[in-house]
């Protein structure tokens, strides 16, 4: 499976936020036509956003978690390597 056939399954991490809006949309004040739900200025309108908002910073921190992740790996790995040049051993530190 490649990473963007997880990526399309995978359930955003706001998506509770939304269901709980969809269930409470006659209380919030969003007018359900159809299968689409219309408000502009309502407290649904409002859930949605925050929801949409919680999804783009969950995604722009977990690109930078694997970005650091893999900079530290290849830093680690780096090390190793030069150290293994000049003969020198690791030994695992216990705690």
């Known amino acids: ?5 997880a990526t399309h399954r995978r359930r955003h991490v706001a998506d509770p936020l939304r269901e709980f ?8 004040g969003a007018a ?8 502009e200025s309502s407290a649904w309108s409002y859930l949605y956003r925050l929801a949409n908002q919680i999804d ?4 722009r921190r977990m690109r930078q978690q694997s970005y650091d992740l893999r900079k530290a790996f290849c830093r680690y790995l780096g090390g190793v390597i030069d150290d293994y040049r000049y003969g ?3 030994k695992r530190l216990r705690k």
């Not at 359900?32 to 408000?39: E, K, M, P, Y």
């Not at 783009?56 to 995604?59: C, D, L, T, V």
Request: glycine fraction near 4%.
């Open 1 to 5: 499976m490649s990473d963007n056939d």
């Open 21 to 28: 809006a969809d269930r409470h949309a006659d209380k919030l």
């Open 32 to 39: 359900i036509i159809g299968d689409t739900q219309t408000a």
């Open 88 to 90: 020198m051993k690791r």
């Open 56 to 59: 783009r910073e969950h995604e």
